[in-house]
């Protein structure tokens, strides 16, 4: 069940409000790109907490489109994340946590699978204040290697990414389906009364470029087709490649102790979901097209594409 406590679907109405400032500089080609969120982005920072809060992503076939071996990633391949780095001339960013030397010019991925917004949503992974507290921490080391004025520039010219909140608003949910309204708005407020601290704290360190992926854990797949018609061109929509129960949603990997039974789909590219919460790359690929350039109608008011353009 383990994927399934991380379930959350992805809404394409992808990107939120972004404001972007800065001065032209030519030379300034090279942009970093720092990632924040939850499994849809978390390229193995899980593996690195103690009490293997991880949920998967690390037992095989994770990780087998792409990368060959399993990496923490919750798919098949890459994550959206991944092709944005890519897009944008990076290399793919490795988990933060991973314990050898970052070239954190090109930034940083600090996602968690299983986190939220607030620090008590899912104990035991990297709630979205402890993964800016490891943003500050990236932002020292860069600051002693680059000093002051030229980390800030990084800085300041830097796309920020999150895909965060489903996780908050699933437990809302889960653990309390009978909430009354007002105690809904209440939530609703803390979590983004949490989400504008952090932010505020990423601007006075000097960004200002930053996206959201905006997801949630209601209406996954109607709204996807209706909203996207590419995702309509796979060939399963419903059921995940990988997995056992109704609609293969459980076990994919064997489950938590990873020897639970599950089957496998010979050719993920056919399904949107991997496993009963998460996508396949071939459907990351296609979000991460929309988050990079798609119409405004999806993706606006800029583009990832555009942030990048812009000093
Ligand atoms: C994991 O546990 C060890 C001791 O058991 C501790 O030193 C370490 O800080 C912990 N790491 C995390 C990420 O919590
Ligand atoms: C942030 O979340 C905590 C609960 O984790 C809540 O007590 C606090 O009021 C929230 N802060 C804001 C500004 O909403
Ligand atoms: C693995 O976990 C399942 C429950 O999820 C349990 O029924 C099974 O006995 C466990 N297998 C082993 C070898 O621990």
Redesign the pocket.
């Known amino acids: 069940?383990a994927s399934l406590s991380y379930l959350f679907c992805v809404l394409v109405s992808l990107l939120n409000p972004i404001n972007c400032y800065g001065h032209s500089n030519p030379e300034a080609e090279h942009k970093a790109l720092f990632v924040f969120g939850d499994s849809l982005f978390d390229p193995g920072n899980n593996q690195y907490l103690n009490a293997s809060e991880e949920g998967g992503g690390t037992s095989w076939p994770y990780g087998e489109t792409f990368f060959k071996h399993p990496t923490g990633r919750l798919s098949d391949g890459r994550l959206v994340p991944d092709f944005i780095a890519q897009f944008a001339k990076l290399p793919i960013l490795p988990a933060y946590l991973q314990p050898t030397a970052h070239r954190l010019t090109d930034g940083a991925n600090f996602a968690s699978a299983g986190g939220g917004v607030l620090v008590e949503t899912h104990p035991g992974t990297i709630s979205l204040p402890t993964q800016l507290s490891n943003f500050k921490g990236a932002v020292k080391s860069l600051r002693q290697k680059l000093g002051d004025v030229e980390a800030k520039k990084v800085l300041m010219r830097a796309v920020y990414l999150f895909s965060i909140g489903g996780n908050d608003y699933f437990n809302l949910y889960s653990q309390n389906p009978h909430a009354t309204q007002s105690y809904r708005t209440q939530y609703v407020g803390i979590v983004i009364g949490n989400l504008t601290n952090v932010l505020k704290e990423i601007y006075s360190l000097g960004g200002r470029k930053i996206a959201f992926q905006n997801a949630g854990p209601l209406g996954c797949l109607p709204a996807m087709k209706a909203r996207n018609p590419q995702l309509g061109s796979f060939k399963n929509g419903k059921a995940a490649c990988c997995g056992s129960g109704a609609y293969r949603g459980m076990?994919c990997g064997g489950?938590?102790?990873?020897?639970?039974p599950y089957e496998l789909c010979s050719n993920p590219s056919e399904y949107v979901w991997f496993d009963g919460g998460h996508t396949t790359e071939r459907a990351n690929r296609q979000l991460a097209n929309l988050i990079w350039s798609g119409a405004p109608s999806v993706t606006g008011p800029y583009t990832v594409k555009q942030l990048f353009a812009h000093a």
């Open positions: 069940m076990n489950g938590r102790n990873r020897t639970e």
